[in-house]
């Protein structure tokens, strides 16, 4: 069974800093796109940065230059910087894990339970 469990979610103020974790648990041999989703009150869940495992990176356009995605593959973690913090970023975050290769098999997407940002002075 693999699952995933994100960490760092909190309360900060507008222009503050935050940085999110999210570790696979389970035998992983593999993951292919290691990622971050968000979902706002009454908006519908968004991309906010992936990572594939080759390092490259994609960004949504509202996060470009405030949001940094890594990963560490030895750890089967990936994290999110987010600086500049603005009160629309207000969201649950979601951790999700593509193409999954496990001891017992793969799976097409993981997520994990989320974990709320709130911006807020």
């Known amino acids: 069974q693999v699952q995933l469990v994100e960490s760092g979610g909190d309360l900060v103020q507008p222009g503050g800093s935050l940085r999110l974790s999210c570790a696979a648990s389970?035998?992983?041999?593999?993951?292919?796109?290691m990622g971050w989703y968000r979902q706002a009150p009454g908006k519908e869940r968004e991309s906010v940065a992936r990572i594939f495992s080759d390092g490259s990176t994609n960004y949504g356009d509202s996060v470009k230059g405030r949001f940094t995605v890594s990963r560490d593959n030895a750890k089967k973690t990936v994290y999110l910087q987010m600086n500049s913090l603005k009160a629309e970023d207000t969201a649950v975050y979601y951790c999700?894990?593509?193409?999954?290769?496990?001891?017992?098999?793969?799976?097409?997407?993981?997520w994990g339970q989320g974990t709320l940002v709130t911006v807020s002075s």
């Open positions: 389970g035998i992983i041999f593999s993951i292919d796109v």
């Open positions: 999700n894990a593509e193409g999954v290769r496990s001891i017992s098999r793969w799976y097409a997407g993981v």
